[in-house]
């Protein structure tokens, strides 16, 4: 193959790479030395390089004096003041908005929570990141120390979260093999 042409595909690679969400993705990919324990924190455990949380703030932030209401009927939305300034986050947006937003057994909109954070959880370690199974659905709790070292990159009102959460969708990888080549550009091995 022409030398100018390899080139080019690795400059165009590396600038595909270059943009958020595929860059957190890339950042994460670098953590797994093997693909398998790679694509499977990727497509099972549903960890595709952005998170999500929702709120009835604008203006929110990391707070280490606030914490997780756990929305479980058992404990009917109470809240522990040894887990303040732990998170809630989730990487399927779609499905906590309409838990929140949208009234139960019903398609009419409440909205309780009209914004939704965007982070950037490149800074955490994959482990950091396991859904909690509590019911609810796609939930990572994260303590206090992990949570301070997520990167807020906007609130959005929900309708907007909710576009760019199908921008995003569709930006990362689709198959195997496009999560491959990322992981292999992560580890520079030849694509």
Request: hydrophobic share 40%; no cysteine.
């Amino acid at each position: 193959m022409n030398t100018r042409l390899v080139d080019f595909i690795k400059e165009s690679v590396e600038n595909n790479y270059n943009v958020f969400p595929l860059s957190s993705l890339v950042i994460f990919a670098r953590q797994f030395k093997d693909f398998k324990e790679f694509s499977k924190w990727y497509s099972m455990e549903l960890n595709h390089g952005y998170y999500w949380h929702i709120t009835h703030n604008k203006d929110f932030t990391i707070s280490d004096f606030i914490a997780p209401r756990d929305m479980s009927s058992m404990a009917g939305g109470m809240v522990n003041d040894a887990n303040k300034g732990n998170l809630m986050i989730t990487g399927d947006l779609l499905f906590w908005d309409d838990y929140y937003n949208i009234l139960p057994f019903s398609t009419t909109k409440k909205i309780s929570r009209g914004y939704a954070v965007l982070f950037d959880a490149s800074a955490l370690d994959p482990s950091a990141l396991k859904q909690v199974s509590r019911g609810f659905g796609n939930e990572i709790y994260l303590y206090k120390e992990d949570a301070q070292k997520l990167r807020i990159i906007g609130v959005y009102p929900r309708e907007y979260a909710r576009r760019l959460y199908h921008k995003f969708a569709n930006m990362i990888p689709q198959s195997e093999k496009t999560l491959y080549d990322l992981w292999l550009f992560a580890n520079k091995k030849e694509i």
